[in-house]
């Protein structure tokens, strides 16, 4: 049996359920992004990108990588490795870590709804200021909520509103379907949705037709007082064209994501009116390292064996 070279972000110690390199023939290599890599790249057969690293460190070993056939993010989105996917060989396939995520981003995605909506930065400064600030504050009841982006991760969220008793919610995707819960819209039909709904949640994926999705245009098709969310990509939405709307106080935003990203300081959206940021945290939490451990095992199980792996989104060609 020749032996097949994997790179790992997490130490291969650390996870349970690998393959023994004995009986697969698999070596697994450490690397998490430093400038000296574990080994020959060209020995490289399967390649999990380090997670939250950037699209520098990424693509970086890519180009030397001969003989990769699996490249596994640890995220959701690909876009972070899709620059460098030109410089492989056909036949590679490019794997994300559906599953991985869902809950947690489901969560913020919540969280962000209800803090925003109930007034929780507000309370927070009041608190800090020792000021009251009672009175009638939006609920999330009876609200309409437009999800954009109706993959696994826009199900999960559309899963954790069902208690909130939302009066209505409105799926987006790329092309139309039906799901279980009902109709799943297509992108096309942004412009007659949008003047509809309360809450309009961004979970889509990066692409060239998505970035800058939410443009002036979208924007000014959102009602009066509607919460804008992104728990996607910073580039989906235009900040200029966003910041435009909230500083008139007519919509409001929380943001998971911006665009730059880190928000450098002193960036107008720090301190813009009825905004809400947290610093790209939707999927890094506790259950991170154990649900990126089982993929990671079962993957490279499937993989020594030579079955078909799970979440393959492209193949390269």
């Known amino acids: 049996m020749t032996a097949a070279d994997v790179w790992l972000p997490i130490p291969a110690d650390e996870i349970d359920g690998l393959p023994e390199p004995a009986a697969s023939g698999l070596n ?12 020959d790249p060209a020995d490289c057969a399967f390649y999990v990108v380090p997670y939250m690293k950037g699209t520098e460190i990424a693509v970086r070993p890519l180009a030397a990588m001969a003989s990769v056939q699996v490249v596994q993010t640890l995220s959701a989105g690909i876009d972070h490795v899709q620059p460098g996917l030109g410089s492989l060989h056909p036949g590679v396939r490019l794997c994300n870590a559906r599953g991985v995520h869902e ?14 909506l109930r007034g929780i930065p507000r309370f927070v400064e009041g ?12 609920a999330l009841a009876d609200k309409s909520v437009l999800i954009v982006g109706y993959g696994s991760i826009g199900a999960a969220i559309e899963d954790r509103l069902a208690p909130f ?23 096309s039909q942004l412009p007659a949705l949008l003047p509809e709904a309360d809450v309009v949640i961004l979970s889509t ?4 037709a998505t970035h800058h999705l ?17 728990v996607a990509r910073g580039p989906v939405v235009d900040t200029k064209s966003l910041l435009e709307e909230v500083e008139t106080g007519r919509i409001t935003a929380a943001l998971d994501v911006t665009d730059p990203e880190p928000l450098p300081a002193g960036h107008p959206l720090w301190h813009a009116p009825g905004v809400l940021i947290s610093p790209h945290v939707g999927g890094s939490t506790s259950a991170f390292l154990p649900r990126a451990k089982r993929l990671l095992a079962g993957q490279l199980t499937r993989f020594a064996a030579g079955e078909a792996l799970r979440n393959v989104v492209l193949t390269t060609e």
């Open 127 to 138: 608190q800090r200021q020792e000021e009251w600030h009672a009175g009638f504050y939006p």
């Open 165 to 187: 008793e939302c009066a209505r919610v409105a799926r987006v995707a790329r092309s139309a379907r039906t799901t279980e819960r009902g109709e799943v819209h297509p992108l």
């Open 28 to 39: 697994y290599r450490f690397w998490d992004g430093g400038d000296d890599f574990p080994a």
């Open 205 to 208: 994926p990066l692409t060239p």
């Open 214 to 230: 939410a443009n002036a245009g979208f924007l000014a098709r959102m009602k009066d007082g509607a919460l804008l969310v992104n």
């Open 103 to 116: 809950a947690s981003t489901a969560e913020l995605t919540l969280a962000l709804i209800l803090a925003s």
